[in-house]
């Protein structure tokens, strides 16, 4: 049991908050301030989704290599595996599986580039599904997040590649943990989100 709950936390981080979408939780107002200015002027571009597309083919890799690596990880603290408040939270949970982090910079980020980028990206579909609403007030959007929101459904395909290899991702490290729990499957819409 303890394997499984550990292999969803290894699967949260490698899924870098893409499929699941995790907001951060409550932090202070300075982290909080630095950590929204990171992500509104994130800018989502081909070389960035192709970036976060060798992640996860990166992460797949190994995670098919070292089917012991939800096994080794399994005693860590849970105090250490608590929720991320601030990206550097994240960054730092990334850091303390040496293996992942290992597929990260390969890719050529840092772990906190890489999750500012994730959340960017969620941020865009969230932002995308926000545009598409009727009656939606877009004023109070900003332009930049209105950018990645449209460049993100102009390259839906490649994200829903992306997505669906999170997806594979997560039930390997599933089976790789014995856990047996739901995998159902959610297919992404047009502008990249869950539904």
Same mark, same amino acid.
């Given at each position: ?59 797949? @890799?190994?995670? !098919? $290599? *070292?089917?012991?690596?939800?096994? &080794?990880?399994?005693?860590? #603290?849970?105090?250490? %595996? ?67 929101? @449209?460049?993100? !459904? $102009? *390259?839906?395909?490649?994200?829903? &590649?992306?997505?669906?290899? #999170?997806?594979?991702? %997560? ?25």
């Amino acid at each position: 049991m303890r394997n499984s709950i550990y292999a969803g936390r290894v699967a949260a981080i490698v899924l870098g908050f893409l499929v699941a979408g995790a907001p951060l939780a409550a932090q202070t107002a300075s982290a909080a301030d630095a950590d929204t200015k990171a992500i509104e002027n994130f800018h989502l571009t081909m070389p960035v989704l192709n970036r976060m597309a060798q992640v996860q083919e990166n992460m797949y @890799a190994t995670v !098919k $290599a *070292h089917p012991e690596l939800a096994k &080794k990880y399994a005693d860590q #603290s849970d105090d250490d %595996q608590g929720d991320a408040k601030t990206i550097d939270d994240m960054a730092k949970k990334l850091d303390r599986i040496p293996e992942l982090k290992a597929a990260v910079i390969k890719a050529g980020f840092t772990p906190r580039d890489y999750m500012i980028a994730s959340m960017g990206t969620f941020q865009a579909a969230m932002t995308s599904a926000v545009l598409d609403m009727p009656g939606a007030d877009k004023s109070k959007i900003p332009a930049n997040a209105k950018a990645n929101a @449209a460049f993100l !459904k $102009a *390259h839906a395909a490649e994200m829903q &590649k992306l997505q669906a290899r #999170s997806v594979e991702l %997560q039930k390997l490290l599933q089976q790789q943990s014995g856990d047996t729990g739901d995998t159902t499957e959610s297919k992404p819409d047009s502008s990249g989100s869950q539904r």
